[in-house]
């Protein structure tokens, strides 16, 4: 009768082992891809499919699935809900106002800096010891970065 040594079930085990382990880090990596490789257009179409209708109806689709980087400043659902019946030209307006040309990250908004956005409209940022206010509008989800650009949730809408 055959039989394995105990060290060769040993060394077996150990590389069944580190083998789920870099299967599990993997997977992990893998999971965590498809967000940064995702277009701005897209990350929103598929968790706020009410704000993609009105980007699409906005004419703002372009802009948002293309290469260039943008940061999109977006309103709470609450409000988004608010736009649906409004004219695509002001609608344009009011979603490129919430739209900054460049990639920007919660930490590269100074206090005191002032950015234009792409309605040309100018965005004052306040930096507290705890949050940042964008025009009075306080990022409450930050960072979400994707393929070009990165989108952070505001609390309120910002005033043109």
């Keep these: 009768m055959n039989t394995i040594p105990a060290i060769a079930l040993k060394n077996f085990a150990f590389s069944l ?5 870099v299967l599990q880090v993997q997977a992990q990596q893998v999971a965590a891809v498809p967000q940064a490789r995702t277009s701005m257009l897209q990350f929103i179409i598929e968790k706020q499919p009410e704000l993609g209708n009105l980007i699409a109806k906005a004419g703002l689709a372009p802009i948002l699935s293309g290469d260039a980087a943008y940061t999109f400043l977006v309103p709470p659902a609450s409000e988004i809900k608010d736009l649906k019946n409004e004219p695509a030209q002001r609608l344009r307006t009011i979603l490129s106002g919430h739209i900054l040309k460049g990639k920007y990250l919660e930490s590269d908004f100074k206090d005191g800096t002032t950015l234009e956005t792409l309605a040309g ?21 930050a960072n979400t970065e994707v393929k070009n650009g990165v989108i952070h949730q505001l609390s309120r809408s910002i005033k043109l």
Excluded: A, F
């Design 17 to 21: 082992i580190l083998c789920l382990s």
């Design 121 to 141: 409209t100018q965005l004052n940022i306040c930096r507290k010891k705890d949050h940042t206010l964008v025009s009075g509008s306080r990022i409450v989800e």
